[in-house]
């Protein structure tokens, strides 16, 4: 089955951007980032932040901007059965570079787990004056890292 990914999430202000690899089936049923509600993204995110549960996906999204973040996908599309990483195949790849050369203040590229690290790899170069980092993913299907291990790796997106 042929999936899409979303626009960007970026503004002028970004600073960092968090790549996954193509949206799950609840993501893409609620057309949301991160909708499934076991993975442990936005979880993540509040807690870097100090902030209380968002409502609603627009104060989920406003968190990240407020705080210079920005979310895409590493494929524009690609053949996928359920929402296993592994199982994505026939991929082609977003214009990623296009966008960081358009957003000049991004200067941090996180990988949301292996697999969007290595589709990157598969299609584009590293731009030098980008540091580059892959954390665990926080799919539900990465079970070997609790709530709190993630919180650890994932402060290393928190800017000064």
């Known amino acids: 089955m042929l999936k899409r990914s979303f626009l960007p999430l970026v503004n002028a202000n970004t600073k960092t951007l968090i790549l996954g690899s193509l949206p799950g089936d609840k993501s ?22 100090n902030s209380p549960d968002a409502a609603n996906y627009a104060d989920k999204v406003n968190l990240l901007v407020d705080n210079g973040i920005g979310l895409w996908d590493v494929c524009a599309e690609a053949s996928r059965p359920g929402s296993m990483d592994l199982a994505i195949k026939d991929e082609s790849p977003n214009p990623i570079i296009a966008l960081l050369e358009a957003n000049p203040r991004i200067k941090l590229v996180v990988f949301n787990g292996q697999k969007a690290h290595s589709l990157y790899l598969k299609y ?18 990465n079970a070997k890292t609790n709530l709190e291990k993630l919180i650890l790796h994932w402060q290393a997106i928190i800017s000064d």
Do not use: D, G, M
Request: glycine share 0%; net charge positive.
């Open 28 to 49: 893409l049923e609620q057309n949301e980032y991160y909708a499934h509600p076991q993975n442990r993204f936005w979880k993540v995110i509040r807690h870097l932040y």
């Open 124 to 141: 584009f170069e590293k731009k030098e004056n980008i540091t580059y980092i892959c954390l665990p993913s926080t799919s539900p299907a």
